[in-house]
């Protein structure tokens, strides 16, 4: 696996696709920067060697030119975090963008404007990709969030750079935590999946099977485990088309040997509301009319227990509707297990989508080994797939 260390970017000029796809408010202030955050110690390196930087990236879903999408709006955010100024050119390919980079000296960065004001970005265009890679000497992907696609900048690109392709620091990293969990974890090792729905995780969990010990479940996908157990769920959320699904899962666990923790008691509400009648019983006596919407004190305790005792763990999703204050006990206390657990020297990783949410929410991002930068690349990379910007640089 080639990384930023096997480089000297000494007069080289590194093009580095970044995931800079970042929030703006209305007035185009970025309001969360951790994505910017995330890229420094690459182009930090890069500079320390002598090299200098060219930044490519996506912002948004624009349909063709878009000044809201425009990249210039992250600007003086990204020259704050990096503190160095930046070059910004108004296109990513062409005249403009190729002077830019021919000028650019060593220890200088320059950005480009969005890879998707282009269409042949997101369709992986060919003769796109080679435009791009004839602005830098050296490839480095760094963008964990785009890795999924095949898209131009994140994996087209790659082969025209046969021997001179690395990852950046993040990505490294990124691959490293998974793995981690995946095929060199400390046992006992315990996953953690809650979410809304079985059918958006049962990839994973056919995948993860083998590599762990045990598996807690949680959230909304409870219910159709209990339901398919002989449970009374009340209007608690179900995929009733999933049951037999959810009974095999159980079965495949217990002839792998993994040991499966569903809850035992929820926090029931008379409605889909923080201010709805709430009341905690056994997760499988739950009365017509009310809805499980939170684990309860005693799954709290258990859930907790596993977590403890685990030295390698995997987050993904949260326990309860953890947007509702009345519902977000759960989420809280898995997070306050995870955190004690790392501080006794277990790994954990957080990822995919709402239990970074959560994490972050209930200032957990500290506590825990890693939380990973990307959404679905997460969850592709957690259902087993090579990921084809991965792939890309290892070719
Ligand atoms: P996912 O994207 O599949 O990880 O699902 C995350 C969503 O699941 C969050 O928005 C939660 O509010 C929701 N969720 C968690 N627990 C429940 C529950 N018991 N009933 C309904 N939705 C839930």
């Known amino acids: 696996m080639k990384t930023l260390n096997d480089f000297n970017f000494e007069n080289k ?12 408010n209305d007035e185009f202030k970025v309001t969360d920067a951790t994505r910017i955050k995330s890229a420094k110690s690459t182009i930090i390196k890069i500079l320390e060697d002598g090299g200098s930087c ?21 600007v003086d955010k990204a020259e704050d975090i990096l503190g160095v100024e930046i070059q910004f050119v108004e296109d990513c390919v062409g005249d403009k963008a190729q002077e830019a980079a021919d000028n650019l000296q060593p220890g200088e960065i320059l950005l480009l404007e969005n890879l998707r004001f282009h269409e042949e970005e997101t369709q992986g265009d060919k003769v796109f990709a080679k435009q791009l890679s004839e602005l830098g000497d050296i490839y480095v992907n760094d963008a964990f969030g785009t890795a999924h696609r095949a898209h131009a900048s994140t994996t087209i690109i790659a082969q025209f750079f046969p021997d001179k392709k690395c990852f950046g620091y993040l990505l490294q990293q990124e691959i490293e935590s998974i793995k981690k969990v995946m095929e060199t974890g ?9 979410g809304a729905k079985v059918s958006s995780k049962i990839t994973i969990i056919d995948n993860i099977l083998d590599k762990i010990d045990h598996l807690i479940i949680g959230g909304g996908m409870t219910f ?14 179900v995929e009733e088309d999933k049951l037999d699904l959810a009974n095999s899962i159980l079965e495949k666990a217990k002839a792998k040997n993994v040991k499966v923790h569903l809850p035992v008691d929820a926090i029931i509400a008379d409605g889909f509301s923080n201010d709805a009648k709430t009341n905690t019983c056994p997760v499988n006596q739950i009365p017509d009319g ?12 258990q859930f907790s227990d596993v977590i403890r005792d685990s030295k390698t763990i995997l987050w993904n999703g949260p ?3 953890f947007e509702m204050p009345n519902f977000a006990k759960g989420t809280i206390a898995l997070g306050y297990a995870i955190a004690e657990a790392t501080e006794n020297g277990a ?12 994490v972050k929410q209930f200032d957990f991002e500290d506590k825990v080994s890693y939380v990973s930068t990307g959404g679905g690349a997460m969850l592709e990379s957690l259902e087993g797939k090579i990921l084809p910007g991965i792939a890309a640089i290892l070719e």
């Not at 060219?54 to 992250?74: A, F, N, Q, T, V």
């Not at 009310?290 to 305790?301: F, I, K, Q």
């Open 13 to 24: 000029k590194a093009l580095i696709r970044v995931d800079f796809n970042v929030p703006l």
């Open 54 to 74: 060219i930044l490519m990236s996506h912002l948004g879903r624009p349909k063709g030119r878009e000044d809201k999408y425009s990249l210039k709006h992250i």
């Open 186 to 194: 400390e046992k006992p090792v315990c996953a953690v999946l809650g």
């Open 224 to 237: 159709t485990f209990i339901k398919a157990q002989g449970g009374s769920i009340g209007n608690s959320l």
């Open 290 to 301: 009310w809805m499980g919407l939170d684990v309860g004190p005693n799954t709290e305790a």
């Open 319 to 321: 326990l309860g509707v």
């Open 347 to 358: 790994f954990s990783l957080v990822g995919g989508g709402d239990s970074v949410a959560a």
